[in-house]
């Protein structure tokens, strides 16, 4: 009871820190949870991080919330990931209160506009970062750079073109991708173990 | 009644607004005009400050409607009827997943997924890379003379070195860094 009170306790800590330092939403969370959860705590695998992701885009709901509560899940169940969510969003909340309230035209004010302008430089190069790391674990073989660079092509031909791609249709397709590579593979091999 | 009908508004934004942040805009855009809750305008102040504050971009997004809505109790609702649905639909889905960890029909599922997850978080971040490091209003133009922003690439590129060679700093620090270098450099 008191381990799990710790835990919960804890998570809430750690997401108030994310949502108090992401800037941009979704994406530019994923640098900050991959040294809290996967390097410093532990918690979960870069693979598990990139799983969250792919099912957050394309379930109910907006990604950051997704993700929260896939690890909030993982680690302490129902209660875990209300712990993350809520946690996640305490600080911005509170924020938006007191600029709604006191600060108007926040967001046009010179100063802000460039410590933004410097923010998004920022996670650019931490974006960059984490994918350079994630890639050991994830793009390994060939089949899977195919995969990353056609749905990286087709999410980006989507801005250019008159008609777009819905981006869970692309993460949709690339899983029946997968299940399909494996199963040829499976025959292949069947295959192979008959003419032997 | 507000509150009830803001939390039914937003548990349906949250229910059926798939991926970012800004997928949450038809549907506030949708509120201002059949709910008259707020003005269309109001909504575009929405994204400006969403987009300055901390936090998810929805998730601000709701703070800011509920709060012109029905003040903080009105925020308070707005976040927890966007936040429900998510919970829940990924509550099944991290148990379905749990029940089929094993099977090899999911493990390929997870060979196509990760590399497509990996191009989504790579095409996210050049979204936000293309308005940082250009100015694409002056290269639509054909004005390339200010067209790269020369501080915000050689920023990029000390921040970048900063983090190969000094990893125990977390990257928190690095963004509140930059926030002063923006300022500073008058990005």
């Known amino acids: 009871m008191k381990e799990k009170l710790k835990t919960l306790a804890e998570l809430f800590w750690v997401f108030l820190r994310v949502g108090a330092m992401t800037f941009g939403g979704g994406y530019a969370m994923l640098p900050i949870l991959q040294r809290e959860l996967v390097e410093k705590r532990k918690w979960v695998t870069d693979e598990d991080l990139t799983d969250y992701y792919a099912i957050g885009q394309c379930t109910p709901g907006i990604i950051a919330l997704n993700v929260s509560t896939f690890i909030g899940r993982s680690k302490a169940g129902l209660l875990g990931a209300i712990s993350a969510s809520i946690g996640f969003e305490l600080v911005p909340l509170m924020i938006i209160l007191v600029i709604s309230v006191f600060l108007e035209g926040f967001s046009d004010n010179e100063y802000v506009q460039h410590a933004l302008a410097g923010i998004n430089v920022c996670v650019c190069v931490l974006i960059l970062n984490t994918l350079l790391k994630l890639r050991k674990s994830t793009l390994k073989n060939a089949f899977s750079l195919v995969i990353f660079f056609i749905v990286f092509l087709l999410a980006a031909l989507g801005k250019f073109l008159p008609f777009s791609i819905p981006l869970p249709v692309l993460v949709i397709a690339a899983a029946l991708t997968g299940i399909l590579a494996g199963q040829i593979k499976e025959q292949k091999k069947a295959k192979g173990g008959n003419t032997q | 009644m507000t509150y009830l009908l803001l939390f039914y508004e937003f548990f349906k934004t949250g229910l ?33 400050v969403a987009e300055s504050t901390p936090g998810a971009i929805g998730v601000n997004m709701a703070t ?124």
């Open chain 2, 64 to 187: 800011y409607a509920g709060f012109l809505t029905g003040g903080v109790f009105g925020s308070i609702v707005s976040v927890a009827a966007l936040t429900a649905p998510a919970v829940i639909t990924i509550m099944l889905v991290a148990k379905f997943i749990d029940k089929f960890k094993t099977s090899p029909l999911m493990q390929n599922a997870f060979t196509g997924l990760r590399p497509a997850s990996m191009a989504l978080i790579a095409m996210a971040g050049l979204g936000v890379a293309i308005p940082t490091f250009f100015n694409t209003d002056a290269m639509l133009a054909g004005d390339w003379s200010v067209a790269f922003l020369w501080k915000a690439m050689l920023l990029a590129v000390a921040i970048f070195l900063g983090q190969k060679f000094l990893k125990k700093i977390h990257p928190t620090v690095f963004i509140l860094i930059a926030a002063v270098a923006g300022i500073l450099l008058k990005l």
């Open chain 2, 16 to 48: 059926l607004a798939v991926g970012g942040g800004l997928a949450t805009l038809p549907f506030l855009n949708d509120m201002a005009t059949t709910r008259g809750w707020f003005t269309v305008e109001d909504v575009s102040t929405m994204i400006a």
